[in-house]
């Protein structure tokens, strides 16, 4: 089989369960939004978890500025972190295995993100593709993102993540690991994305589980230059930053 060549584009995966479904399509809309056309540096895929319904009309409203996809995730897994460890994994799995067999582009990397993000500049995608190929000019590059300690005990990359469309590294990743009930995958793989090679993606921070945000946090972040912001709960972040970039 004809081995395509690497795509300059991005996959974005969101990934969403019952609970964070509004939120997530809301997410989707805001990304739409900020696309002044058709997107030729992303294209878009919905993971939905097994027990959850996708939503069509966000789907038709991204389809709009992105080329799309759509996966219900096949695993069972459910709570605190095993739901997220299923469907996470089950994105790369469906990653691999359709690029593997070329069904779809042979894309550099794929950044997977939840309900509880925002992007806080318009250009976000072009920044952090191009910042991807930054970092890759340095050194060969497997997973990039924002670099947290958890407890003090093992740094580790939080799974808001952009992680290489390489071949071998997926088959490792799909084919290789498994991941224990009772540990997020972040935490647990750790040591591995280490050795495959890792980065601290500019632009990036992580509130892990924060339940609101105020107007001078938002500021403050933006002073920073952040362009992607994980862990608020509510809507009070993508409410600052759509009234920053789309009024």
């Given at each position: 089989m004809k081995t395509e060549k690497t795509s300059p584009k991005i996959l974005l995966a969101l990934q969403f369960?019952?609970?964070?479904?509004?939120?997530?399509?809301?997410l989707a809309r805001f990304i739409a939004d900020l696309e002044p056309g058709h997107c030729e540096t992303a294209d878009f895929i919905f993971v939905n978890r097994f027990d959850c319904l996708p939503d069509k009309d966000t789907e038709g409203y991204v389809s709009r500025k992105f080329n799309f996809y759509r996966y219900k995730s096949p695993r069972r897994e459910t709570g605190w972190p095993d739901g997220c460890n299923g469907t996470w994994m089950s994105t790369m799995e469906w990653f691999y295995f359709m690029a593997e067999a070329n069904k779809i582009p042979r894309y550099k990397t794929i950044?997977?993100?939840e309900?509880?993000?925002?992007?806080?500049?318009?250009?976000?995608?072009?920044?952090?593709?191009?910042?991807?190929?930054?970092?890759n000019k340095m050194g060969k590059i497997y997973v990039a993102g924002r670099k947290l300690e958890s407890h003090g005990i093992r740094e580790h990359v939080n799974g808001n993540a952009f992680f290489s469309g390489d071949l071998k590294f997926l088959h490792w990743l799909v084919k290789r690991t498994r991941i224990p009930a009772g540990v997020g995958w972040d935490y647990y793989l750790a040591d591995e994305f280490r050795r495959w090679g890792w980065a601290d993606m500019p632009g990036m921070e992580c509130w892990w589980n924060t339940p609101t945000f105020t107007e001078e946090q938002f500021r403050n972040e933006l002073n920073k230059g952040t362009a992607w912001l994980h862990g608020i709960k509510d809507?009070?972040?993508?409410?600052?930053?759509?009234?920053l970039l789309l009024t």
């Amino acid at each position: 089989m004809k081995t395509e060549k690497t795509s300059p584009k991005i996959l974005l995966a969101l990934q969403f369960w019952e609970k964070d479904r509004r939120q997530a399509m809301e997410l989707a809309r805001f990304i739409a939004d900020l696309e002044p056309g058709h997107c030729e540096t992303a294209d878009f895929i919905f993971v939905n978890r097994f027990d959850c319904l996708p939503d069509k009309d966000t789907e038709g409203y991204v389809s709009r500025k992105f080329n799309f996809y759509r996966y219900k995730s096949p695993r069972r897994e459910t709570g605190w972190p095993d739901g997220c460890n299923g469907t996470w994994m089950s994105t790369m799995e469906w990653f691999y295995f359709m690029a593997e067999a070329n069904k779809i582009p042979r894309y550099k990397t794929i950044f997977t993100f939840e309900a509880d993000c925002v992007p806080l500049r318009s250009d976000w995608i072009k920044y952090f593709s191009a910042a991807w190929d930054t970092i890759n000019k340095m050194g060969k590059i497997y997973v990039a993102g924002r670099k947290l300690e958890s407890h003090g005990i093992r740094e580790h990359v939080n799974g808001n993540a952009f992680f290489s469309g390489d071949l071998k590294f997926l088959h490792w990743l799909v084919k290789r690991t498994r991941i224990p009930a009772g540990v997020g995958w972040d935490y647990y793989l750790a040591d591995e994305f280490r050795r495959w090679g890792w980065a601290d993606m500019p632009g990036m921070e992580c509130w892990w589980n924060t339940p609101t945000f105020t107007e001078e946090q938002f500021r403050n972040e933006l002073n920073k230059g952040t362009a992607w912001l994980h862990g608020i709960k509510d809507r009070s972040l993508i409410e600052f930053s759509r009234k920053l970039l789309l009024t």
